[in-house]
Structures are given as structure tokens and as C-alpha cells.
């Protein structure tokens, strides 16, 4: 079993910054990777960044050169979100893979305001 919490969302204007944090607790060594997803209202849940536990990373087109996917520690990883734009704006999510499921977290609103 893994737990996730998230944290860090909030309100920015437009063209400023968040830091979100993805703390997962529970069998963290069996993770092969946590993928961070968001849902904005009205719009399917999308992918936004993903790392392994290998630490490859991949983004999604409308986030990459502003959003930074990362490993803090063993088991907490962050989404550095830079230059955010209205569209960012959603419930965003972190998921954790093991070999044998998906874990969720509850979620973390962030807004941008223009």
C-alpha cells in the first residue's frame, strides 16, 4: 500500500510561480513512478509530468519549459511550476505505479488567476 498527500496549491496571477509537493509514505520502495496529473473543469484529467524511479522524466507539451518534475528525497517529489498561465489552472493530482497498482492522492487546487 501507498499513501499521497499533496501540497503547495494556491492562487497565483498570472506568469508567477508554485511549488507542489507529492509526499508518499506506505511501501515507497516498491514505486517505479510518480506521475502528476491534473483536471481542469469541464476537461478530461491529463498528464502533466512524470518521473521514474530511475529519474527519467517526461512532460506534456503545454507544460514543458515551464514545469520541473523532481525527486526531493525518498519519498517526496515535487513539480516546480514556473511562467503559469490561466490554462494551468485545475485539481492537480499525483499517482504512484507499483508493479501490482495505482495509488492516488486527494488533490491539490491551484488557480491562476489573469
Known amino acids: 500500500q501507498v499513501q499521497l498527500v499533496e501540497s503547495g496549491g494556491g492562487l497565483v496571477q498570472a506568469g508567477g510561480s508554485l511549488r507542489l509537493s507529492c509526499a508518499a509514505s506506505?511501501?515507497?520502495?516498491?514505486?517505479?513512478?510518480i506521475t502528476w496529473y491534473r483536471r481542469a473543469p469541464g476537461k478530461q484529467r491529463e498528464l502533466v509530468a512524470k518521473?521514474?524511479?530511475?529519474?527519467?522524466t517526461n512532460y506534456a507539451d503545454s507544460v514543458k519549459g515551464r514545469f520541473t518534475i523532481s525527486r526531493d528525497s525518498a519519498n517526496t517529489v515535487s513539480l516546480e511550476m514556473n511562467t503559469l498561465k490561466p490554462e494551468d489552472t485545475a485539481i492537480y493530482s499525483c499517482?504512484?505505479?507499483?508493479?501490482?497498482?495505482?495509488?492516488w492522492g486527494q488533490g491539490t487546487q491551484v488557480t491562476v488567476s489573469s
Open positions: 506506505g511501501s515507497i520502495f516498491s514505486i517505479n513512478a
Open positions: 518521473i521514474t524511479s530511475g529519474g527519467s
Open positions: 499517482n504512484a505505479e507499483t508493479n501490482w497498482s495505482s495509488y
